[in-house]
């Protein structure tokens, strides 16, 4: 079984890619020279099949290929159902196919590897067809499948797909100097990363990666389709260009997370890209649908928004001033090597221009003083070879570079910044859609209403509450029974570990119950959990905020979730903005607060919808004397308007002060639940009477284990 899996998941699959790259190294580039349908050997129809086939196929083996690495549903379905019919539909055609890309009918290099790729391809899909043969297709998941695979064929389309199969377009439309055509294209290398970054932000890491590896992979095969094994053995046809290399450097960073490698292309070949997408090297003449400047679109496109893309979807860390500097290094030592291939191979008579370094391209566009300066050179005689160095331009160059990489570093952390914030924003409103959910969407109009207008009494109360821990046969809290009801201020006593927050996070709902029941204004908490949270405020002993949002923004965005009207939250809003004496920071970030801003915005969004119990756990810790005595004024006012206010302290002075009654926990267990008159009347502080009660308590145990 296991050997099965390693020749079937992970053999086969690397063979079919190698496959497919050898095939697309053996194409004949007579291919460039076919100008519609018409101009095919074949008839309009089979030519049309034989094209579509080709492509289909591109696209069918890279998914074959990325199969077993990517279990995605959408994938598997491709897989099974769609796959099968291109590899068939190509061995149908293979005659034709084999002329149309090679020329000659004849057993070839192509013909073979062709053969071999669709037999390997349909070998694949059948063991896959038998592993999946369970899953059960719906009507939904085919059209889903449909269109993910026509947006997988996007990526492949080869570059002499449109002037094969339309000819050539209108001449005046001229994709060069910012023409209307030159700005569409500038636009589609803007629209389509930001469409793919919304459509890809919520999806799982392996979808992510699994789409930014097709894409770069499939863009990077119709770019091989240039080249053939011959020109592997001249190095002057190399791809050598920036933009060429972010093409291979790309998907191999992706596949074998390379990230140091990656940082060099997200700071260096986007920079590279735009300006090459701003100053197009073909010429004026060139036609729309010129194989040539399809080629030059597609790769810039990637070489631009890829890097962006990859950093915004999180598959690499955004980079720091260290990578940067490192890529710079890079960028040094790729400058210099382009520089010597260019003065090499023009000396041994090749017409090379990497990174136009090596021509006045980019001089020519700049004006006189840029041409004087490219025409000063230094010759050296290498070997019999003429080495032209262009000294003045070529530094110049560089340094503009890398003060153009500098400025470059400042737009992506202001781009980043925007992306942040934006994002920040989306998961707000989809938190906030799922917890409005969660609270009121599945409830009717009438029980909303009866929430908001609940008459039932106001009372809290645990009814033989326990509480265990996964599969832990010790209770952390054992048969826990008290009431307390509207109007009061209770606390909650007991030391650290005794069992106080695991009995308030089961009555906010965070953690179920394990036995009896807890009641909120006469709502199960287990059976309607909804309703009981409709009528609670909690603060946490540790807030968790949206720092990036203002004190004012942070507590509306609350209010949104329990639909407190307008009227409602700004009255309330302004009440406890005069209480907290938060006037002049309410609409700061809360980033900037103090941990005693942080805590009195927590308050305040526990009580923007007014709720009939009010739970604090610790709510004092670590404030001032000045925000203690106003949490304190809250808590009064709260309760007089015949609210619960249910706190837990160490600060036994202030429980003392403000509560009407309290509750002891030690070890789990309900020790005493007293009022403060009865606790006074025996003559005993409060803090006596808690010593006395857990020592007691202690004294007892003591006894019965001797």
């Known amino acids: 079984m296991k050997i099965r899996k390693i020749i079937f998941e992970r053999i086969l699959p690397i063979l079919l890619i190698l ?206 389709v240039g080249y053939d094994f011959a020109s592997l053995k001249e190095p002057w046809s190399w791809p050598i260009h920036l933009c060429n290399t972010a093409l291979f450097i790309i998907p191999i960073c992706l596949i074998f997370r390379l990230k140091k490698l990656f940082y060099f292309t997200y700071f260096i070949n986007v920079l590279g890209a735009l ?34 893309l990859i950093v915004a979807l999180k598959i690499f860390k955004r980079p720091k001033l260290k990578e940067f500097y490192y890529s710079m290094c890079g960028f040094l030592v790729y400058f210099l090597f382009a520089l010597i291939c260019n003065v090499l191979f023009t000396a041994m008579g090749h017409d090379v221009d990497y990174f ?113 821990y996964g599969t832990n046969k010790h209770y952390s809290v054992k048969d826990a029974s008290f009431e307390v009801f509207g109007g009061e201020i209770f606390g909650f006593l007991g030391p650290n570990g005794a069992g106080k927050s695991t009995i308030i996070k089961s009555i906010v709902g965070i953690q179920p119950l394990s036995e009896g029941a807890i009641e909120v204004c006469g709502y199960d908490v287990s059976k309607e959990p909804t309703k009981a949270k409709y009528n609670i405020g909690y603060v946490p002993d540790h807030y968790a905020l949206y720092e990036k949002l203002t004190g004012r923004e942070y507590i509306n965005y609350i209010a949104d979730i329990f639909d407190v009207t307008e009227e409602e939250r700004n009255a309330r809003l302004n009440k406890y903005i005069k209480i907290f004496q938060l006037e002049h920071a309410i609409d700061s970030k809360i980033s900037t607060y103090s941990h005693g801003m942080k805590q009195k915005i927590t308050i305040m969004s526990a009580l923007v919808h007014n709720p009939k119990v009010w739970i604090l756990d610790e709510p004092l810790t670590g404030l001032d004397p000045n925000s203690i005595f106003q949490v304190k004024e809250c808590m009064r006012i709260h309760a007089a308007e015949g609210n619960i206010v249910f706190f837990s302290s160490h600060l ?55």
């Open 19 to 224: 496959v497919l790259i050898a095939r697309v190294f053996s194409y004949n580039n007579d291919i460039y020279n076919y100008v519609g349908l018409n101009s095919s050997p074949y008839s309009i129809g089979i030519t049309l099949i034989t094209l579509l086939a080709i492509w289909f196929q591109l696209s069918a083996t890279l998914v074959v290929g990325c199969r077993p690495f990517f279990n995605i549903k959408s994938l598997r379905f491709i897989t099974r159902f769609i796959v099968p019919i291109v590899y068939f539909i190509n061995l149908l055609y293979l005659n034709s196919s084999t002329v149309l890309l090679t020329g000659i009918l004849a057993f070839n290099a192509f013909k073979i590897l062709l053969l071999i790729e669709c037999i390997l391809g349909l070998i694949i899909c059948c063991y896959y067809f038998v592993i999946d043969l369970k899953e059960k297709v719906s009507v939904k998941s085919i059209f889903i499948m449909l269109g993910i695979w026509l947006l997988l064929l996007i990526p492949t389309m080869p570059t002499y797909f449109l002037q094969f199969t339309f000819g050539l377009a209108n001449p005046l439309i001229k994709v060069i100097d910012i023409s209307l055509a030159h700005r569409i294209f500038l636009y589609i290398g803007i629209i389509v990363p930001v469409v793919m970054y919304f459509l890809l932000r919520d999806k799982d890491e392996l979808i992510r990666r699994f789409v930014l590896i097709y894409v770069s992979c499939g863009v990077l095969i119709g770019f091989m």
């Open 356 to 468: 136009f370094i090596n021509s006045d391209f980019i001089a020519d566009k700049l004006g006189k003083w840029a041409e004087h300066l490219f025409e000063f050179n230094v010759s050296l005689n290498v070997g019999g070879y003429q080495l032209v160095f262009r000294p003045l331009y070529q530094i110049l160059f560089f340094i503009v570079y890398i003060l153009l990489g500098f400025a470059e570093w400042f737009v992506y952390a202001e781009f980043f910044r925007i992306a942040d914030k934006h994002y920040d924003l989306h998961v707000r409103l989809k938190i906030n859609k799922q917890l409005k959910l969660e609270y009121f969407e599945k409830l009717s109009s009438e029980q909303k209403e009866e929430m908001m207008n609940n008459n039932n009494e106001i009372k809290l109360e645990l009814k033989h509450f326990s509480k265990k």
């Open 275 to 308: 300006l090459a997408m701003l100053m197009p090297n073909y010429d004026s003449v060139t036609n729309l649908f010129d194989p040539g400047l399809v080629r030059f679109w597609y790769n810039h496109w990637v070489a631009f928004f890829m890097p962006l």
């Open 652 to 706: 036994i002075d202030i429980v003392e002060k403000l509560c009407q009654r309290i509750a002891i926990i030690r070890k789990g267990e309900i020790l005493c639940v007293k009022t403060l008159e009865e606790i006074e009347s025996s003559g005993l502080t409060l803090e006596e009477f808690y010593m006395q009660t857990i020592e007691s308590i202690d004294a007892v145990k003591e006894e019965v284990v001797s």
